[in-house]
Structures are given as C-alpha cells and as structure tokens.
C-alpha cells in the first residue's frame, strides 16, 4: 500500500477553508485552518500502476511544499486550473526521490529530481508547437493522452505526486542528480529551475533596474538567477521578515526594501515622482524597468504601481489576488507570465544549486503522518525564519 | 518692575514642577537638589506699538528716516519673517502686519508703485494663502496678494542672483527681485537670540547654494551655541555674507520683540511658576489637562496648533541692520537670559507641541530631535546646562508620524536615512546632495507646501554639537521604536530615566531643569 496525502473533491471543506483562511482567521492562524479545513486526507491506496513504457515508480526522499501548495489548501487558486487537474490527486511537485524501475538511461535506484511538467512526451502523444520547440510548460496537451489531465506532477490523479511514498513519473521528466549535491539541495532545483526559466522570459537589458517583490523561495531564487544569468544592474527586494532581508542580501539583492517602504524607497532609488491617490496605494511616475512579482499576487499590485511606464512586471508565482489593472493601462506596462521551466533551465539550475549559499534552506522537515503541523509550519514559514518546508516520507513507518 | 529670572534649587516644600511634553503637559516631582532655570518674569509690553513703530521708523539707527530713503519710480521690496516665529503664532495683529503698513503708508505718501512683498521662508514650506494674511493682515493681502505678495522661491533659478562671494568663498545668492531693488525693508520678530540681524536677508531670500555654508555639520558643532552669535560659527558666516549684501544692497532693517506672554488667558499657569498658582490655576491645570488627555489626538492638535499668543512688543528698532540687531539682542535676552552656577550631570527639558517647522502641521521625530537637541538644548551662553558626556533627558511622545505634505523627505530621512547611520558627518558626505538636488522634492517645495528636500538633514544636523556634547539621550514617555531609531532611548518615567542615567553619571547626579517655554536662556557661568 502507498501512503500519501490525497486532495480529494470536497466543495464544502473547499468554500470552508477559503473562507476560514480569508476572513476569520488570517495572518497566523491560517496554516491551522488550511491544515484542519481543506480537502485533504492521509490514506493508503494501492500502488500505482506504471501507465506505459519509459515510465517508472519513484520513492520521494524529500519532497517540498510550494506556494502553490498552500494556494491550492486555502482555496486561493483560481478556479480557472480547475480544467486542469485531476481528483483525487496526490499534491508535491518538488521532489527529490530514488527510482524503483530500470529505465534505459536511468538505471533502478538512481536520485532524481522531478521536472513536474506533464507534456506531450510523457502523455505520449503527437508533440504540440510548443513541446516541439522544448517548451514544454506551454504544452497544449496537458489534457490528453495516457495519463489524466493535469498540468503537472503533483495535480493528476494518476501519477501521484510527492507527497507519498511513492509516484510515477515519466523517465523525460527525470533529472539524475550528481552525488555531490545532497537531498536539501536537490529538492530545491525545481524552485530553481523556474526562477532561472523566469529570468529568461524577458529580455532583462545590461544596468537594468528589477524590483523582486517578496523574498520567499521564489523570490530568493529569482534574486539570485537575475544575478547568475543576467546583467541587471540594481535589483531591489521586497522583504517582510529579517532573514530574508539577510538572505536576499546574500543572493545579490542591491538593497532590500519592506513592503510599506518600497513605493518611496524606490522613488528614491530610481528617480521619479510618487502619486498619491485619495484611495489605494501609493504609486511611482518612474519607477525600475521590470518587476517581478514572486508573492502569488499578493505583491503584484506593488509591482504593477512601481514600474516605470512601458516597462514589465513579470508574474512569477502562481497569482491568486485580484489586483486593479489601471496601471497595466495608464502605464503601458507589459504583463508577462513566467510557469514552470524550459529548455536547459534544469540543467542550469542543477549547476546553480551546486555552487549557491542554500545551506539551510530546508530546515523544517516532516513525515506525512504530520502533515498539520507541516502545513502550518509552511504557511508561517516567513514568520518562522523558514525558507522552505518539506516532507520526508520516508520517516514514516 | 518685571523680576528677573532665577535658579530654583528643589527641597521638600517645593511643588511638582510643569513639564511641556508634546501635545500635553505633566506635573512633575524632581530629586531634592535638582535646580529649576526660569526665565525672568514677562516684560511689560508697550502699551502704543503703533506709536513706537512711528518713532523707530522716523527715529532709526544709523540711517536717514525711512520716508527719506523711499521716492517715486523706485523699487520697494518688503521682505518679512515666515510663520516659523514667533512659536506660538502671536494673536492677530501680528506685528509684522503693523509694521508692513506702516511701511506701505509712508511709500504710498511718496507715491511709491513698485512694491513687492516676500516672506523669507528660505528652505521653509510656502505659507498657504490663508497663513499669508494672517501674517500681513487682511488690508496688504487683499492689496498685493498674488501677484505683489509671495513666497520666496530657493529653486526659481530665473529669480535667485548671486551678489557674490565671502572671503571664505561663500556663495551669496539671494532673491533677485530683492537683490535688484532700491531699498530692502525687512520686517522681523526675534523671539530668540539666534534670530535676526545679519540672518535675515541672507538666510531667508537664500538658495541651497547659499545655505550649505552655515547649514553643515562643521560649522553647527563650532556653534556654541547658536543662541550665542559671538560664539557661532554660523552666525560668523551670517555676518561674511551680511557684509557683502551690505556692501551691495540697501537694508533697511525693522526688528522687534516679544514678552514672555507665550500662552493665553485660559492657560495661563503655563506662563507661571508653580508655587505661585492660585486656586483658579491649579483648578484650570486639573480641568485643563484632563481634557487635553481624554481628546482624540487630532482635535488635541488642532486646539494645540490654535493657540494664538498674546506676546506684548518690547522692543520696535529700525535702521541698518548691525545697529538694530545690538538692540534687539539686549532685549531678547534681558526677557530670556538666566545666570545657572554651572553645569549639571544631567540635564531636563520638556519638550512643547510646537517648533519652527511644523506650525499647522505635526511634530515629527526629526523635529523632535532638532527641537530637543536643536534648539532647546542650544538655549545657553558660556557652556550647556548639561556637562560634556552627561545625560539629556527630554519629555515627549515621539510618535511615529509625520505630515506627508509638509515633510515629505523627513519621512524618507527617517525611513531610509537612519536606518543606516544616525551619525551626521556621514549623513551629510553621504545623502545631502541626493536629497537636495532631488526632483519630486524640489518640485513639491515649489509647487505644493513642502519643506525642501534637504531641510530633514538640516535639522539633523541643528543636533550635532548636542551630540557630541552628550553621553547619552533619553525621552521620557518617548515611542521605544522611534526614538531608538534615532540612536537614543526612551523611559516610561523620570524614574526610569534616572536608572538608565547611573551609568553615565552615577547614582547621585546633579541636575538642571531648563522650564521653558516661556522661553528661557540659560548664561551658564
């Protein structure tokens, strides 16, 4: 029997936990209300069954806990990937995990990280232009073929994901890692990958300025791939917590900004003149080339009110807040989505978490039988000086 | 016979004692011994300012009458204090409105068409409309306003001339419309001793190019005090730059000053020393303070910022501007001046809602500094009336809140500036020009009612001599957040504060406790 953590379909505890999350108990509670209120169950089913050739079962050794995650517990994703998934689903799509089965170039018990991205290839079916051109996190088969729909690992029914002990996943989607490189910061390079991927979605000019809202894992990565793999010249972030300002510090932030702060301090920074509307924030004539908001849409608005006119703000989490869109107009700004990675962005991030300052960047580590705590841990994590949180299954007996 | 000002030595019969604290007041008890320097007991005002203002006018110093020097086809610029003094503001007729009258009555006699009006509000933020007439009264303003009666702009670069340089190599670029009139008239209220005089043109028609001579860290720490022009090294660089206006304009000079009248009728034991309240005043104390205490902070400031004093004129002296000033400072500090035997370990000041810069406006932590560490802790001759490395202990809230029209940049200061460095030498090499040259701040100095740019640094660096002076800051009753951003500490109580102190300065300090306001000068011997 396979222990995993299983989302299941459950309208009322959906609306239960949006709401509790929402309204009632904001702020330091939510992660208990997520963790009681939302879909989601620990239970034993049966082992998956390999669904075709060139696919293998994998034994997660650790497997993270993403924004999206904790989007998807309390009930703050748009229902618009609701197309896009499959119940009951085993959520975890960050994973570095041991393989079960031979594969030809991957050999049974080979460490992996998972590129969580179901497209064409493993569906088995024709490639798609976008699968085609090796951007598979724009397949437009992710619907269709052998598994069930689901737009990555860790959101199909069939596959399973990462939190279990153990999921399928398509030898295309199987990244051998180096032995040099642990589990702590194996786990981390699909986070890497996409804040690599991110980066490279926009044509970032030599001397550029960037505004990285939020210095969660998202935005700490984003910081350091715009410092790895672009000339940008000041890089701003915004931070809520001490240890992220450290951290940003660390991975090249130029300064480091609190949230309340940014619209003057960046006024300063930049250059420019700071609007002062009769309702809502305050808002910069002027401002940095591009943003990037890594909060899930809760710093987007601070994006989209800092940039300066014709420049970019880059949605790099999965956004889950409403936010006024007059900017966008006013400022012909250019939205610009940045989903999973592509390409070499793995590989690039497999030689970025060697060589980068990650230690400790995965302090909290859970069993799936404490899957409460660790989803409450999760959502306070930037309150408790925790980066990122994960599941060892295998502490589970 | 006013009496003079006096050194109250505490003993067990002595009454608590007031002590200002922002937007209220406290009664409170100080250690047996500590000494108490009240200012010398209001001078009576003149009783015919109308009269007085005639005869300095007729009668000045070291120049020809003003009705000679004024004739037909000539350029008249009058040039008056902006609203920063007198503190509180005086209770209408302001006597600048008196005296610019009396001014305007003898040019139109001689049929004098060219008149201009500009308060010299330097660095300052433009007075509103409605401060502007109250300030020149409700007959020039309807006369003259907008076109003839406005603020002096120090980033309208079409209207700024330089007249030249010091032998120091002191910029001096003034108000070109002044600069290039026949005759300047300027109208002043001294309320201290810092004031007037060779300050007055040169510092309120200025520019920053002018201003970063005497406005800097050197030469604030070489001003000891800047209450003492014989010993500031600002007021030395006032009187180089007066000297070259003086060579190149003609000044015509009105000086006056006030009584020690700050707070009207029905506050009135704010004005008096506590052992001499009657029953009506400590009844108002009681009535007056609770309310004050239960009010919403917003209706408390508004009352607070009401306030009009009614200051009488002790002094009107017209004529050349060195002469007139000699006056002025004899009677400024024959209402302020008080003889202390020395200085103490520990020096109390209680801190008022109101300083130069936020007249209408709020208090913010920067000029809670300047006014503590600025002004108050500046109100001495000979040497402070705390010791080199002794402790200041002032009372205030400090809250963190500033006005985002007035002090735009003092909120970026405090925000980003401090949270660097709160050492000013660095402040100044590091942000001055950032902040002085900075676009929006400009512009909003020019256009909206903001204090300039760089005026946050400025008043930072008004606390630099307190600062080396000092071994240690406390503010009782000071927010813990604000005031530790500023580098210093805060205290629930005296007692407390006094706790904190003993490290500095032992368990047995000395201490003097300036009163004031009404305003008082320490003469430390």
Same mark, same amino acid.
Request: proline share 7%; aromatic share 8%.
């Given at each position: 029997?396979?222990?995993?953590?299983?989302?299941?379909?459950?309208?009322?505890?959906?609306?239960?936990?949006?709401?509790?999350?929402?309204?009632?108990?904001?702020?330091?509670?939510?992660?208990?209300?997520?963790?009681?209120?939302?879909?989601?169950?620990?239970?034993?089913?049966?082992?998956?069954?390999?669904?075709?050739?060139?696919?293998?079962?994998?034994?997660?050794?650790?497997?993270?806990?993403?924004?999206?995650?904790?989007?998807?517990?309390?009930?703050?994703?748009?229902?618009?990937?609701?197309?896009?998934?499959?119940?009951?689903?085993?959520?975890?799509?960050?994973?570095?995990?041991?393989?079960?089965?031979?594969?030809?170039?991957?050999?049974?018990?080979?460490?992996?990280?998972?590129?969580?991205?179901?497209?064409?290839?493993?569906?088995?079916?024709?490639?798609?232009?976008?699968?085609?051109?090796?951007?598979?996190?724009?397949?437009?088969?992710?619907?269709?073929?052998?598994?069930?729909?689901?737009?990555?690992?860790?959101?199909?029914?069939?596959?399973?994901?990462?939190?279990?002990?153990?999921?399928?996943?398509?030898?295309?989607?199987?990244?051998?890692?180096?032995?040099?490189?642990?589990?702590?910061?194996?786990?981390?390079?699909?986070?890497?990958?996409?804040?690599?991927?991110?980066?490279?979605?926009?044509?970032?000019?030599?001397?550029?300025?960037?505004?990285?809202?939020?210095?969660?894992?998202?935005?700490?990565?984003?910081?350091?791939?715009?410092?790895?793999?672009?000339?940008?010249?000041?890089?701003?972030?915004?931070?809520?917590?001490?240890?992220?300002?450290?951290?940003?510090?660390?991975?090249?932030?130029?300064?480091?900004?609190?949230?309340?702060?940014?619209?003057?301090?960046?006024?300063?920074?930049?250059?420019?003149?700071?609007?002062?509307?009769?309702?809502?924030?305050?808002?910069?004539?002027?401002?940095?080339?591009?943003?990037?908001?890594?909060?899930?849409?809760?710093?987007?608005?601070?994006?989209?009110?800092?940039?300066?006119?014709?420049?970019?703000?880059?949605? &790099?989490?999965?956004?889950?807040?409403?936010?006024?869109?007059?900017?966008?107009?006013?400022?012909?700004?250019?939205?610009?989505?940045?989903?999973?990675?592509?390409?070499?962005?793995?590989?690039?991030?497999?030689?970025?978490?060697?060589?980068?300052?990650?230690?400790?960047?995965?302090?909290?580590?859970?069993?799936? &039988?404490?899957?409460?705590?660790?989803?409450?841990?999760? &959502?306070?994590?930037?309150?408790?000086?925790?980066?990122?949180?994960?599941?060892?299954?295998?502490?589970?007996? | 016979?006013?009496?003079?000002?006096?050194?109250?030595?505490?003993?067990?019969?002595?009454?608590?004692?007031?002590?200002?604290?922002?937007?209220?007041?406290?009664?409170?008890?100080?250690?047996?011994?500590?000494?108490?320097?009240?200012?010398?007991?209001?001078?009576?005002?003149?009783?015919?300012?109308?009269?007085? +203002?005639?005869?300095?006018?007729?009668?000045?110093?070291?120049?020809?009458?003003?009705?000679?020097?004024?004739?037909?086809?000539?350029?008249?610029?009058?040039?008056?204090?902006?609203?920063?003094?007198?503190?509180?503001?005086?209770?209408?007729?302001? +006597?600048?409105?008196?005296?610019?009258?009396?001014?305007?009555?003898?040019?139109?006699?001689?049929?004098?068409?060219?008149?201009?009006?500009?308060?010299?509000?330097?660095?300052?933020?433009?007075?509103?409309?409605?401060?502007?007439?109250?300030?020149?009264?409700?007959?020039?303003?309807?006369?003259?306003?907008?076109?003839?009666?406005?603020?002096?702009?120090?980033?309208?670069?079409?209207?700024?001339?330089?007249?030249?340089?010091?032998?120091?190599?002191?910029?001096?670029?003034?108000?070109?419309?002044?600069?290039?009139?026949?005759?300047?008239?300027?109208?002043?209220?001294?309320?201290?001793?810092?004031?007037?005089?060779?300050?007055?043109?040169?510092?309120?028609?200025?520019?920053?190019?002018?201003?970063?001579?005497?406005?800097?860290?050197?030469?604030?720490?070489?001003?000891?005090?800047?209450?003492?022009?014989?010993?500031?090294?600002?007021?030395?660089?006032?009187?180089?730059?007066?000297?070259?206006?003086?060579?190149?304009?003609?000044?015509?000079?009105?000086?006056?000053?006030?009584?020690?009248?700050?707070?009207?009728?029905?506050?009135?034991?704010?004005?008096?020393?506590?052992?001499?309240?009657?029953?009506?005043?400590?009844?108002?104390?009681?009535?007056?303070?609770?309310?004050?205490?239960?009010?919403?902070?917003?209706?408390?400031?508004?009352?607070?910022?009401?306030?009009?004093?009614?200051?009488?004129?002790?002094?009107?002296?017209?004529?050349?501007?060195?002469?007139?000033?000699?006056?002025?400072?004899?009677?400024?500090?024959?209402?302020?001046?008080?003889?202390?035997?020395?200085?103490?370990?520990?020096?109390?000041?209680?801190?008022?809602?109101?300083?130069?810069?936020?007249?209408?406006?709020?208090?913010?932590?920067?000029?809670?500094?300047?006014?503590? =560490?600025?002004?108050?802790?500046?109100?001495?001759?000979?040497?402070?009336?705390?010791?080199?490395?002794?402790?200041?202990?002032?009372?205030?809230?400090?809250?963190?809140?500033?006005?985002?029209?007035?002090?735009?940049?003092?909120?970026?200061?405090?925000?980003?500036?401090?949270?660097?460095?709160?050492?000013?030498?660095?402040?100044?090499?590091?942000?001055?020009?950032?902040?002085?040259?900075?676009?929006?701040?400009?512009?909003?100095?020019?256009?909206?009612?903001?204090?300039?740019?760089?005026?946050?640094?400025?008043?930072?660096?008004?606390?630099?001599?307190?600062?080396?002076?000092?071994?240690?800051?406390?503010?009782?009753?000071?927010?813990?957040?604000?005031?530790?951003?500023?580098?210093?500490?805060?205290?629930?109580?005296?007692?407390?504060?006094?706790?904190?102190?003993?490290?500095?300065?032992?368990?047995?300090?000395? +201490?003097?406790?300036?009163?004031?306001?009404? =305003?008082?000068?320490?003469?430390?011997?």
């Amino acid at each position: 029997m396979n222990l995993n953590l299983e989302y299941h379909r459950s309208p009322l505890r959906y609306a239960a936990a949006r709401t509790a999350t929402g309204t009632i108990a904001t702020g330091r509670a939510a992660g208990w209300w997520a963790a009681n209120m939302s879909p989601v169950r620990l239970v034993n089913r049966p082992e998956p069954r390999l669904p075709g050739p060139g696919w293998t079962r994998v034994k997660p050794l650790l497997s993270g806990i993403c924004g999206s995650d904790l989007g998807l517990l309390t009930g703050r994703n748009s229902p618009y990937l609701s197309a896009v998934i499959s119940l009951p689903f085993t959520p975890g799509h960050e994973v570095v995990g041991e393989t079960l089965d031979d594969l030809p170039d991957l050999p049974k018990g080979s460490r992996v990280v998972l590129d969580p991205v179901l497209g064409c290839v493993p569906r088995a079916v024709k490639l798609c232009p976008a699968c085609e051109a090796d951007q598979h996190s724009r397949c437009d088969h992710v619907t269709s073929g052998m598994v069930s729909a689901a737009l990555q690992t860790g959101f199909c029914a069939d596959t399973g994901g990462g939190w279990s002990r153990m999921f399928l996943a398509h030898g295309s989607q199987l990244h051998k890692v180096p032995g040099e490189l642990d589990d702590e910061r194996a786990v981390l390079v699909e986070p890497l990958a996409c804040a690599v991927h991110s980066v490279r979605r926009v044509p970032i000019p030599d001397g550029a300025s960037v505004l990285v809202v939020g210095a969660g894992t998202v935005g700490l990565f984003t910081t350091l791939a715009l410092r790895e793999y672009t000339k940008a010249g000041p890089i701003y972030v915004v931070a809520r917590y001490g240890h992220q300002r450290e951290r940003a510090r660390e991975m090249g932030a130029t300064e480091v900004l609190s949230s309340d702060r940014a619209a003057r301090a960046l006024r300063r920074a930049t250059g420019g003149f700071l609007a002062r509307p009769e309702q809502g924030a305050e808002f910069l004539l002027g401002g940095t080339d591009i943003a990037f908001d890594c909060t899930s849409g809760s710093g987007l608005d601070t994006a989209l009110r800092v940039v300066r006119a014709g420049g970019t703000v880059l949605l &790099s989490g999965m956004p889950n807040a409403s936010v006024d869109l007059t900017p966008a107009w006013f400022r012909e700004l250019n939205i610009v989505g940045a989903y999973a990675s592509g390409g070499n962005d793995f590989q690039d991030a497999m030689a970025l978490a060697k060589s980068a300052p990650l230690t400790g960047y995965v302090d909290a580590v859970y069993p799936l &039988s404490r899957w409460r705590d660790a989803i409450g841990h999760a &959502s306070s994590s930037g309150r408790l000086g925790t980066i990122k949180v994960a599941f060892d299954p295998t502490k589970d007996q | 016979m006013s009496r003079p000002g006096f050194v109250l030595e505490v003993d067990e019969r002595t009454p608590s004692l007031l002590m200002h604290e922002g937007e209220g007041f406290r009664l409170e008890k100080l250690p047996l011994g500590s000494r108490v320097i009240y200012p010398p007991e209001s001078l009576p005002g003149m009783r015919d300012v109308d009269g007085e +203002i005639r005869r300095a006018l007729d009668n000045p110093l070291g120049r020809e009458p003003l009705r000679e020097l004024l004739y037909a086809g000539m350029r008249l610029t009058i040039v008056f204090d902006d609203l920063s003094i007198p503190l509180p503001p005086m209770r209408t007729p302001d +006597i600048r409105q008196r005296v610019i009258e009396h001014v305007l009555e003898l040019a139109a006699a001689k049929g004098v068409d060219d008149v201009e009006l500009i308060a010299g509000n330097a660095l300052h933020r433009r007075m509103t409309p409605a401060e502007l007439k109250r300030t020149v009264g409700e007959r020039v303003y309807r006369s003259f306003f907008p076109r003839h009666l406005r603020n002096h702009d120090a980033e309208d670069r079409a209207n700024l001339t330089e007249i030249g340089q010091t032998k120091h190599g002191e910029v001096v670029e003034i108000n070109r419309r002044a600069a290039e009139s026949d005759l300047i008239v300027y109208v002043n209220v001294s309320l201290t001793a810092m004031s007037g005089g060779p300050k007055s043109v040169s510092v309120g028609l200025a520019s920053y190019r002018s201003l970063k001579h005497h406005h800097n860290v050197h030469t604030l720490r070489h001003s000891r005090s800047f209450n003492d022009p014989a010993n500031s090294a600002m007021h030395h660089s006032y009187d180089r730059m007066a000297g070259l206006l003086g060579d190149s304009l003609n000044i015509f000079q009105i000086e006056t000053t006030v009584n020690n009248d700050t707070f009207p009728d029905y506050v009135s034991f704010l004005n008096k020393r506590e052992w001499e309240w009657t029953l009506k005043d400590q009844a108002a104390y009681l009535a007056f303070k609770r309310a004050n205490d239960l009010a919403p902070p917003k209706r408390r400031r508004q009352i607070w910022h009401k306030t009009a004093s009614p200051y009488g004129i002790t002094s009107v002296t017209a004529g050349d501007p060195i002469q007139v000033h000699e006056v002025t400072m004899r009677n400024v500090l024959r209402q302020q001046l008080t003889e202390v035997d020395g200085p103490a370990d520990i020096g109390i000041w209680g801190l008022p809602y109101i300083c130069p810069y936020n007249v209408n406006s709020i208090m913010n932590p920067i000029l809670v500094m300047s006014l503590g =560490l600025g002004y108050f802790f500046n109100l001495y001759r000979n040497q402070p009336i705390v010791r080199p490395g002794g402790v200041a202990i002032y009372y205030h809230p400090v809250r963190n809140e500033f006005h985002p029209v007035h002090h735009p940049s003092y909120i970026d200061f405090f925000e980003e500036v401090l949270a660097e460095t709160t050492d000013p030498v660095a402040i100044e090499t590091k942000f001055e020009e950032q902040f002085a040259t900075d676009p929006w701040y400009i512009h909003l100095y020019r256009n909206s009612y903001a204090y300039h740019g760089v005026h946050p640094l400025y008043m930072w660096y008004w606390g630099a001599h307190a600062m080396e002076h000092l071994g240690d800051v406390i503010f009782v009753g000071g927010d813990r957040k604000t005031t530790a951003r500023m580098g210093f500490r805060s205290a629930s109580t005296l007692d407390d504060a006094l706790e904190m102190a003993r490290e500095r300065v032992g368990g047995s300090p000395t +201490i003097n406790y300036l009163h004031a306001p009404p =305003l008082t000068m320490a003469d430390v011997r």
